[in-house]
């Protein structure tokens, strides 16, 4: 009944920006938390940030003071802010959401390939 889709992965030089977008649409009463994860081929599922429906918001060390999470309620959209990225932060990124309809379900968008390449 939701789908999460991500937007605004890319090819981007060290030290450049990128702006990660992720939508939820379908049926649902609210959203509660969502995050964004990571993974890079032949590693686990990274978890990055999450947000809650208030705006408190966790990171992980390795993108801390770098990446900024933030959520537009209106829209049902939370985004994923990027900056001085580097070779290592090349992955697939991830949007998830814990989504309330009647009882709490957890989704995951297909994924949005960002690569730092010089």
């Known amino acids: 009944q939701v789908q999460l889709v991500e937007s605004g992965g890319g090819l981007v030089q060290p030290g450049e920006s990128l702006r990660l977008s992720c939508a939820a649409s379908g049926r649902f009463n609210s959203i509660n938390a969502m995050g964004w994860y990571r993974q890079a081929p032949g590693k686990e599922r990274e978890l990055l940030a999450q947000?809650?429906?208030?705006?408190?918001?966790n990171y992980a060390d390795s993108v801390k003071g770098r990446f900024t999470i933030s959520r537009d309620n209106a829209k049902n959209t939370v985004y994923l802010q990027m900056n001085s990225l580097k070779p290592e932060d090349t992955a697939v990124y991830y949007c998830n959401a814990d989504v309330r309809y009647y009882r709490q379900y957890n989704y995951w968008g297909q994924g949005t390939q960002v690569t730092v390449s010089s």
């Open positions: 947000i809650t429906s208030g705006g408190s918001t």
